[in-house]
């Protein structure tokens, strides 16, 4: 069992940034992926951005160019850089990483964009 830590979160003014960690407890060095999803309460999960293991990115329409997802290996950190946040923003934010043998989700942080 893969354990994922989770922080960054908390609450700030539009247009403002954050930057979401992600540890594992597993080296990342042989994963398949990352992702990053969001649940706004009430609806259905939704996925924001992934990370392949040759470090190619994907981000969906919504964050496009306002979010960037990273790693670092060393620290068995994922990393979501989130800037010129907006309030539909808000939401939980959860990480994914992508095991050969399986997938394993973080506990879930809150984002929220307020004035």
């Known amino acids: 069992q893969v354990q994922l830590a989770e922080s960054g979160g908390g609450l700030v003014q539009p247009g403002g940034s954050l930057r979401l960690s992600c540890t594992a407890s597993?080296?990342?060095?042989?994963?398949?992926?990352v992702a990053w999803h969001r649940q706004v309460a009430g609806k259905q999960r939704e996925w924001v951005a992934s990370?392949?293991?040759?470090?190619?990115?994907t981000y969906a329409d919504g964050v496009k160019g306002r979010f960037t997802v990273s790693r670092d290996n060393g620290a068995n950190t994922v990393f979501l850089q989130m800037n010129s946040l907006q309030p539909e923003d808000t939401a939980v934010y959860y990480c994914?990483?992508?095991?050969?043998?399986?997938?394993?989700w973080g506990q879930g942080i809150q984002v929220s964009v307020s004035p």
């Open positions: 597993r080296s990342l060095l042989r994963i398949v992926g």
């Open positions: 994914r990483i992508i095991y050969r043998d399986n997938d394993f």
């Open positions: 990370l392949d293991a040759r470090d190619t990115t």
